[in-house]
C-alpha cells in the first residue's frame, strides 16, 4: 500500500463530476487500498478517489462513534438519499467541517442529519447504509467529492469570502497543489 499525494481545492479533478467504476479490478483493488494508507495518515474519517486524483466514482471512510466502535468501508458508484436539513444557521461547535483537500481549515455547514447510501463495495456486493449525525455528515461530504462539490462551495456568503481569501493566501485555486499526508506539515 501506498500514501498517495492529496490534491487541493483548484485541481480539476475535484471540481468535475467523477465517472461510474465499470469493472472491479486488480487496479481498482489497490487504488481501494491506497486511499485506506492515505486517509489513515492524513487523517482524516473519509477520502474520494478524486482527492487522490482518480475520477472514479469511489469513496472510504473511517470514523469510531461515541463508543469507539468503528465505522469503515469503501463505496463504489454510490447513489445518496437525504432528510432535508433543518432551516437555520449551523452552529460552529457542532457542525464545524473540515476537508483534506482544503487543509487546515473547518467551517460551519449545515447537512441533512440522516442520510442512506447505496453502492456496491469490493467484491461487487450490494452495500446500503443507513446513518445519520456525523456519519450522515461523511456520507454526504464523500459523495459530494463525486460530483465535483467541495464543502466550501457550500458555505454561506460570509464564510466563503474568508475561504477565498484563504484561497488566495495559500496559492491553491489553480491545478497541481497537493500535499502528502505523513510528510507535509498540515493540520488536515
Known amino acids: 500500500m501506498t500514501v498517495l499525494p492529496i490534491r487541493v481545492t483548484g485541481d480539476p479533478v475535484l471540481h468535475a463530476p467523477a465517472t461510474p467504476v465499470a469493472e472491479i479490478t ?34 472510504t471512510y473511517s470514523y469510531a462513534d461515541d463508543e469507539g466502535l468503528p465505522w469503515r468501508g469503501v463505496i463504489i458508484n454510490p447513489e445518496l ?22 487543509p487546515g481549515e473547518r467551517f460551519a455547514l449545515r447537512r441533512a442529519d440522516r442520510a442512506r447510501i447505496t453502492g456496491i ?3 461487487g456486493e450490494p452495500v ?8 450522515a455528515r461523511i456520507l454526504q461530504h464523500e459523495f459530494d467529492h463525486l460530483n465535483g462539490i ?3 462551495d457550500r ?13 488566495r493566501k495559500q496559492g491553491w485555486g489553480v491545478p497541481g497543489v497537493s500535499w502528502m499526508p505523513g510528510v507535509d506539515d498540515i493540520d488536515a
Open 121 to 123: 463495495d469490493l467484491d
Open 81 to 102: 438519499w437525504l432528510t432535508p436539513p433543518e432551516p437555520g444557521v449551523p452552529d460552529p461547535d457542532d457542525e464545524a467541517e473540515g476537508c483534506l483537500s482544503f
Open 155 to 167: 458555505l454561506g456568503e460570509r464564510d466563503a469570502r474568508i475561504a477565498q481569501k484563504i484561497v
Open 26 to 59: 486488480d487496479d481498482i483493488r489497490r487504488l481501494v487500498a491506497d486511499m485506506y494508507e492515505t486517509m489513515d495518515a492524513a487523517p482524516g474519517v473519509g477520502l474520494a478517489a478524486p482527492q487522490v486524483g482518480v475520477g472514479l466514482r469511489i469513496f
Open 128 to 135: 446500503e447504509i443507513d446513518v445519520e449525525g456525523w456519519r
Open 150 to 152: 467541495l464543502y466550501v
